[in-house]
Structure formats: structure tokens, C-alpha cells
């Protein structure tokens, strides 16, 4: 009899573990949605650091929509945004934030699109 109540503290301690384990892991992969604001910011960053480099300013239209792709295709991946598609017409990238909000990525210049002003 005494053995049994000395597993209970054992099996406790180890139901209590799994369930610390769980929460964490529960919490670290939300935290992406729990904050909004953050996913922007990341979002943002690294759109700036894809279409603000010498690679991507030199690349083709054919190329930079690969590259892009890929990098919201990673996004995707890391639960940052969702329901990505792409319009040819427009050669713009829509995708959608955890909370709903919707965001773009342009792959050719403002400028050169027929009938947009130029930006300067």
C-alpha cells in the first residue's frame, strides 16, 4: 500500500511537467497571433529588406516575383500571414495578416505600371 502513494508525487510531478510543456509550446506558437502588431512589424521588415536590395532593385519582373514568393511563402510557413495569391494583371502579391488585415507586396515599379503617376 505504501508503494502506490509513493508513485502519486512521482505521477504528479510528471503530469504537472507535461503540462508546463504543453502550455509553453501552445504559447510560443500563438504568439504570432497574439500580437498583431508585431506580425506587421516582422512582416514589413522583411518585405523593406527583400525589395530594398541591390539584388531585388536589379532582378527582372520574373524574378522578383519569385523572390518574393518565396520570402511570404516562408512568412507563411512561420504562421505570420495566410492566403497568399497573386495577380498577373496588377503584378501585386495579397496576403493576409493573422487578425484578418490585409497586406500586398508590388513586384514592379509604381511607375511603370500603365497609367500610374510617377512617385517623385
Known sequence: MRKKFALIPAVILALSALAIGIGAASHTKNAK?????????????????????????????????????????????????????????????????PDGSLGGLKTDDFASSPGALPMN
Open 33 to 97: 497571433t497574439d500580437d498583431p502588431v508585431s506580425a506587421y512589424a516582422l512582416v514589413n521588415e522583411k518585405i523593406d529588406e527583400l525589395t530594398s536590395s541591390e539584388k531585388y532593385i536589379r532582378s527582372a519582373l520574373a524574378e522578383r516575383r519569385d523572390m518574393a514568393a518565396d520570402l511570404l511563402s516562408s512568412l507563411s510557413e512561420q504562421g505570420y500571414i495566410s492566403n497568399i495569391s497573386y495577380d498577373e494583371l496588377g503584378n501585386v502579391f495579397s496576403f493576409e495578416y
